[in-house]
């Protein structure tokens, strides 16, 4: 084979090893990349069947209901409601009225079986798509009361 056509080859062999590496590393990202929805979404079949994704909103008063280790409660956006269990340890923050984030799938019953909820950290933080999320469903309720029927 002639150096140039090694060149050739060498440039060839790089090329696709790194289209594989970029490939991997895309599929991987993919898989681990994590949607988040809304009540409303969740409602509305926008979130994937059989994936896992996060869900957030606030923790509707009242709804709260604990079984040993494991605990029921309702993630609304004030205009949707979602029923999530969770087995496992609470967040120390996690409160009735307060923001929360859960994460996994949503099951064929209608429930979002987390495996972990995280809770907002101070008084004034809410996470952003949360925030989003509950001004959405506001206006949404807003435009829909003041509509003419």
Known sequence: MKPGHKRIA???????????????VLQALEK????????????????????TFRIGGIVLEGSVERAG?????VVTDTAKNIP???????????????GV??????????????????A?????????????AVKKAHESAAKATTAPH
């Open 69 to 73: 280790v494991e605990v029921q409660f």
């Open 84 to 98: 999530v269990v969770y087995r496992g340890a609470l967040p120390d923050l996690f409160r009735e009225g307060k």
């Open 32 to 51: 681990n990349l994590m949607s988040f929805f809304t009540p409303s979404q969740v409602a509305a079949n926008e979130a994937p069947q059989g994936r």
């Open 101 to 118: 984030v859960a994460q996994s799938s949503l099951g064929a019953d209608g429930v979002f079986r987390a495996r972990e909820v995280l």
């Open 10 to 24: 060498a440039i060839a062999f790089g090329l696709l090893a790194l289209g594989i590496a970029a490939a991997l």
């Open 120 to 132: 907002k950290h101070d008084e004034n933080y809410m996470p952003p798509e949360t925030a989003e």
